[in-house]
T-cell receptor, first 115, second 109 residues
Framework: EPEVTQTPSHQVTQMGQEVILRCVPISNHLYFYWYRQILGQKVEFLVSFYNNEISEKSEIFDDQFSVERPDGSNFTLKIRSTKLEDSAMYFC?????????????FGDGTRLSIL | GQQVMQIPQYQHVQEGEDFTTYCNSSTTLSNIQWYKQRPGGHPVFLIQLVKSGEVKKQKRLTFQFGEAKKNSSLHITATQTTDVGTYFCAGPGGNKLVFGAGTILRVKS
């Protein structure tokens, strides 16, 4: 069964540094998402992306965050100047047309630890 | 904004006992999705309910969508140790999923 793949599985970074989290969505999906989950808490929406542009973002997704689809397969999340509170699991998800009730499928996640 | 509430937060059952988690949305949903997250894992899609009053079964798991399409439940019959994890409901809100806080299930053998 096709999967969403994420790299790296774990990223340790000094506060203030930039990180790029990478995702390869399921190949025939056109809708892409990033979520985060702080340890022990619920999954929180960050951003959705369709047709090469952001379709929705949450209040968490401020100016330090950006997303990009640099080629036909990768979907990246960049955090420009990391803060301690950015430490969390970051999940990428992809789906078919949500208007047709297509569910989202999640990758294994990247554990981001900010020191 | 849209909110999805889920109870209980935590349930610890003896193996063989039943388990139920309940989900309530502040708005009417076009569908509701259920995910399971094992400790240290990622959310794994279990099922989606679309129709008002819909009931779906997956082996020992029974999912129900309320008539008003604002609430849902997941019931596990005769829990097993493999059922441990956090069960999340999630409803679409715009271009995103809004997750409930999840119910952590622990099973004593």
């Amino acid at each position: 069964e096709p999967e969403v793949t994420q790299t790296p599985s774990h990223q340790v970074t000094q506060m203030g540094q930039e990180v790029i989290l990478r995702c390869v969505p399921i190949s025939n999906h056109l809708y892409f998402y990033w979520y985060r989950q702080i340890l022990g808490q619920k999954v929180e929406f960050l951003v959705s992306f369709y047709n090469n542009e952001i379709s929705e973002k949450s209040e968490i997704f401020d100016d330090q965050f950006s997303v990009e689809r640099p080629d036909g397969s990768n979907f990246t999340l960049k955090i420009r100047s990391t803060k301690l509170e950015d430490s969390a699991m970051y999940f990428c998800a992809s789906s078919g047309d949500p208007g047709r009730n297509q569910p989202q499928h999640f990758g294994d996640g990247t554990r981001l630890s900010i020191l | 904004g849209q909110q999805v509430m889920q109870i209980p937060q935590y349930q610890h059952v003896q193996e063989g006992e039943d388990f139920t988690t309940y989900c309530n949305s502040s708005t009417t949903l076009s569908n509701i999705q259920w995910y399971k997250q094992r400790p240290g894992g990622h959310p794994v899609f279990l099922i989606q309910l679309v129709k008002s009053g819909e009931v779906k079964k997956q082996k020992r798991l029974t999912f129900q969508f309320g008539e008003a399409k604002k609430n849902s439940s997941l019931h596990i019959t005769a829990t097993q140790t493999t059922d441990v994890g956090t069960y999340f409901c999630a409803g679409p809100g715009g271009n995103k999923l809004v997750f409930g806080a999840g119910t952590i299930l622990r099973v004593k053998s």
